[in-house]
């Protein structure tokens, strides 16, 4: 496993691209949300969000139901209050709201292209079921694919 991702440093680095990006992008939303909740009040910078959010989110990992709801926005509330943040509980909900309405948006897209996904699994276990008893080659499998 190992001498695979030693051969593809280009896809190692990029994901590390993909996740250091992802959790900016978090730190970003949280930050914003922040803003949003505490216009005035809010003392705390971009800085300390990017040093506040990773371990508040963290705790989701934690295999409690629904995402340790109560656990997060306890630990977001004691984060924050380190680095002088107004609410970092109330922070924490806004941003599990504007997660769960991400997802729900993503529900939805799925919902609505759900035949077409339901055709696509289809035809490739046909597909995959005519490679493994030998009626098409590689190349006949994957439209447009050039014969090896």
């Known amino acids: 496993m190992s001498t695979t991702y030693r051969r593809r440093l280009d896809v190692v680095f990029l994901g590390l691209v993909l996740s250091v990006l992802g959790h900016t992008l978090n730190v970003i939303a949280f930050y914003l949300m922040s803003k949003m909740l505490f216009p005035t009040m809010m003392t705390t910078t971009l800085a300390q969000h990017f040093l506040m959010v990773p371990l508040t989110l963290f705790t989701m990992v934690v295999p409690l139901p629904f995402g ?60 995959e079921e005519d490679l493994e008893e030998g009626e098409l080659d590689d190349a006949e499998a994957i439209p447009g694919s050039p014969a090896l």
């Open 68 to 127: 340790a709801l109560g656990l997060s926005e306890e630990v977001g509330d004691q984060v924050g209050k380190l680095v002088g943040h107004p609410g970092g509980a109330l922070a924490m909900l806004g941003f599990r709201v504007l997660m769960y309405a991400c997802g729900l948006i993503s529900a939805c897209v799925y919902l609505a292209n759900l035949r077409e996904v339901r055709s696509l699994t289809t035809e490739a276990h046909h597909l």
